[in-house]
Each structure stands twice: as C-alpha cells, then as structure tokens.
T-cell receptor
Framework: DVKVTQSSRYLVKRTGEKVFLECVQD?????MFWYRQDPGLGLRLIYF???????EKGDIPEGYSVSREKKERFSLILESASTNQTSMYLC??????????????FGPGTRLLVL | RKEVEQDPGPFNVPEGATVAFNCTYS??????FFWYRQDCRKEPKLLMS???SGNEDGRFTAQLNRASQYISLLIRDSKLSDSATYLC????????????FGAGTRLFVKA
C-alpha cells in the first residue's frame, strides 16, 4: 500500500519562528509536492521537486523554501512564520509517466497555526 | 476567473438520491482530468480519472466535454458514506507539474 507520511499532524508556532515540515514517501516516486489548502481556495502549489536536489517554484512560493536531499524526503521550510501562513499543508508524491496522467498520493496533512 | 471552478455547495441529499457535480476549466490545452475525494480533516484521494469517452466505476460516472471545457461527476444511489468534498483536478502539463485543483464541492448525504 502506498504511503506518504508527514512529521506532524498539528503544529502551533509563534510569529517569526522557523518551521520545518517533513514529508516521507515509500513508493520510490520521483515527484514530490507541497501544497497549502485554505477554505474556498482549494489546494495551491507551493513548491515541487522532480528529482533529488531539484526544486521548482509553484504558484505561491513566497515565504517558503524546500529541501530534497534524498529521494524519499521533501521538506518545507517557513523561514520566518507569519500569521497568514496558518493553513493546512499537504505533501504529495507521484511517479512520472509518458502522459500527464499520474496520480498524486497525499500525506495526512499538517495543520499549522501561527500565533 | 479561476482556472478550475466548481460549485462549492453544499449539496444536501437523501440516501438513494442521484447527485451531479459540475466543473469547468479555463485552459483548453488541459490534458488529463480527475475527481478526488476528500473526507473531513483528511487528505484528498483519487476517486477516478475522467476519460474523453466517459467512464463508470460502480455508482460513479465521470464525463468530459472538451468542447465546453466541462467535467461532471454523477453519483447514483447515494450512501451516507459518500458524504465528503469532491475535488475536480485538471493537469495542463506533463509530469503533473501543472496540476490545478478546484476548491471542491461539499456533499452531505442524509438518512
């Protein structure tokens, strides 16, 4: 069974703190993604990675950075947390194929509250 | 205009009802289409892919109309366990790097 795990289900941080969210997948997938999900806005892509040490900006990268040192692990970093980064963060992975039809498998999500 | 638009609902239906969700997308170059299901406080999971010829999986039927840039999901004989948010998902590039998620349609099935 496919599995994507995230380091925390709930986090409470203070404004200005550095926050690390970790994601691990055991499917040997090349592609990994970080999204945030907010009511009424759907999932928005923050960053993605298609290989170790490779990263690409998504639609809303400002205030975030990522790290992919190993194939199975993709970390999201909030350099200086702000209240507008309070959200649900979802990690996903997928395996590329010849068509743009691969399924994304999601982790359980991390609910981050920034006070 | 959002790239993928869905009626947010909520749809409140009795058990056994048939319910249909619609989704429109703005990029005519979109290549592949999906419906995901997301239960309350859980992660999204793939429900089904959507093919040009239409496809069915048990009580669920998905349709694609490329000319109108429109996707639909039909649920027949609704069950209580169908209560969830249904996300319309569109890929506009290869490798899944331009995957757009709709904001979702909420469904409540009542006994």
């Amino acid at each position: 069974d496919v599995k994507v795990t995230q380091s925390s289900r709930y986090l409470v941080k203070r404004t200005g703190e550095k926050v690390f969210l970790e994601c691990v997948q055991d499917m040997d997938h090349e592609n990994m993604f970080w999204y945030r999900q907010d009511p009424g806005l759907g999932l928005r892509l923050i960053y993605f990675s298609y290989d170790v040490k490779m990263k690409e900006k998504g639609d809303i990268p400002e205030g975030y950075s990522v790290s992919r040192e190993k194939k199975e692990r993709f970390s999201l970093i909030l350099e200086s947390a702000s209240t507008n980064q309070t959200s649900m963060y979802l990690c996903a992975s997928s395996s590329p194929s010849g068509r743009a039809s691969e399924t994304q498998y999601f982790g359980p999500g991390t609910r981050l509250l920034v006070l | 205009r959002k790239e993928v638009e869905q009626d947010p609902g909520p749809f409140n239906v009795p058990e056994g009802a048939t319910v249909a969700f619609n989704c429109t997308y703005s990029n005519s170059a979109s290549q592949s289409f999906f419906w995901y299901r997301q239960d309350c406080r859980k992660e999204p999971k793939l429900l089904m892919s959507v093919y040009s010829s239409g496809n069915e999986d048990g009580r669920f039927t998905a349709q694609l109309n490329r000319a109108s840039q429109y996707i639909s999901l039909l649920i027949r004989d609704s069950k209580l366990s169908d209560s969830a948010t249904y996300l319309c998902v569109v890929n506009t590039g290869t490798g899944g790097f331009k995957t757009i998620f709709g904001a979702g349609t909420r469904l409540f099935v009542k006994a």
